[in-house]
């Protein structure tokens, strides 16, 4: 007797089998796209440009302490070097610049209190735009469940934790970039101090140490927002390896932006606007890559969705009580009554037609 096989469905005979990652991609994508991840990716990236105001307005008030307080000497040098970027050699002009940098520079405490808490609360409302975004394509269910308790005191707790978090993703994103600013930098001066710097195969192996650097820095930025920000923990293997691929992702963002500036720094125009778009362009690609990679998280584990069973629809007809039988007697009445009804009408009909015909 031959063996039995399983019948092959008409939609899979003769596909080539998809290699294992493409599936899990779909899948991401597939989440990414139906929990509006473009969407959050643009409200992070509104609500950063809106954060920048603030921490400007402090970095301000710092050079204000400076310049004013610790070293006033420094004062004049700002002054002629603002007079020779504007091209003017009047010193009655220069003299005018130095009274406007200083007074502005005087008001460094009002300045430097109302960025800080314009700062505290800008930053602890971007925090939590983040998380919920994250957490948005992290959760089996995209419906948040609200939390019970005091309003009041749930809100300040929220407040206070997104304050914690941000700073802590503040000194981890400083840590990230500083090391990539530094192996750049340091690459270069280190073989010209021990005298390799004239050996050409070390110059290529030179470029990749920013690269190396840049990548591990920024897998322990996205180890931190994985980590941080969901409610619930996935596998670690799936993290780790998120992170890494999400830190390639940055690196390439980051020598993007740099080459974009670079190529654009002649242009008057892209110097008074390009800096700004070349700012959001780069936050909001890199808010759409943490949202993709917290997609891709959350769909490691989820197996392929099984084709949906369709029911044939049963159609149910109402049911109707026979009528009873009648008696012989209604019936035959009922007879007699049509035959003689009939030929009533039938009479009339002849006796209107005989009338008529007598008139004409």
Same mark, same amino acid.
């Given at each position: 007797?031959?063996?039995?096989? =399983? ?22 994508? =597939? ?6 991840? $473009? ?32 070293? !006033?000497?420094?004062?004049? /040098?700002?002054? @002629? ?8 050699? @009047?010193?009655?002009?220069?003299? &005018? ?6 007074? $502005? ?22 925090? +939590? ?10 959760? /089996? =269910?995209? @419906? ?20 914690? &978090? ?31 710097? =004239? ?54 963002? &980051? ?18 606007? #390009? ?30 969705? /099984? ?14 009580? /026979?009528?009873?039988?009648? !008696?012989?007697?209604?019936?035959? #009445?009922?007879?007699? +009554?049509?035959?003689? #009804? $009939?030929?009533? #009408? ?15």
């Amino acid at each position: 007797m031959p063996a039995l096989t =399983e019948p092959t469905s008409p939609s899979t005979a003769g596909t080539p089998a998809l290699p294992s990652g493409v599936p899990h991609l779909l899948r991401a994508v =597939e989440r990414y796209i139906s929990r509006l991840g $473009a969407q959050f990716a643009g409200a992070i990236t509104y609500f950063s440009v809106l954060a920048v105001i603030p921490i400007l307005m402090f970095a301000f008030s710092a050079a204000g302490l400076v310049l004013t307080v610790t070293r !006033p000497e420094l004062l004049l /040098p700002l002054a @002629d070097a603002i007079a020779d970027t504007l091209g003017t050699a @009047d010193p009655a002009t220069r003299q &005018q610049i130095l009274d406007l940098v200083r007074s $502005a520079l005087s008001n460094w405490r009002s300045i430097g209190i109302l960025g800080l808490v314009s700062a505290v609360y800008s930053g602890a409302g971007w925090m +939590g735009n983040l998380k919920n975004a994250v957490r948005a394509q992290w959760r /089996p =269910e995209f @419906d948040v469940q609200a939390e019970g308790g005091n309003v009041l005191l749930l809100t300040l707790k929220i407040y206070v934790v997104n304050l914690l &978090q941000l700073l802590a993703l503040l000194l981890a994103m400083a840590i990230t970039f500083g090391l990539a600013a530094l192996s750049t930098t340091f690459a270069g001066t280190l073989l010209s101090s021990l005298g390799l710097a =004239e050996i050409g195969w070390l110059n290529p192996l030179l470029r990749l140490v920013p690269v190396v650097f840049s990548i591990a820095a920024g897998s322990v930025l996205f180890l931190f927002l994985y980590t941080v920000l969901p409610e619930t923990r996935a596998p670690r293997r799936t993290v780790r390896r998120a992170a890494l691929i999400g830190s390639v992702g940055l690196a390439v963002l &980051q020598y993007l932006s740099t080459f974009l500036v670079s190529l654009f720094s002649g242009n008057r125009a892209f110097a008074v606007f #390009g800096s700004v778009i070349a700012l959001m362009l780069f936050l909001n690609l890199f808010a759409q890559l943490i949202l993709f990679m917290a997609a891709w998280i959350a769909t490691a584990d989820h197996p392929a969705a /099984p084709p949906a069973r369709v029911e044939a629809e049963v159609v149910r007809f109402p049911l109707v009580a /026979p009528e009873p039988a009648e !008696p012989a007697e209604v019936l035959a #009445g009922r007879r007699t +009554g049509w035959l003689l #009804g $009939a030929a009533a #009408g039938a009479g009339l009909g002849a006796a209107v037609t005989w009338w008529l015909a007598r008139r004409r």
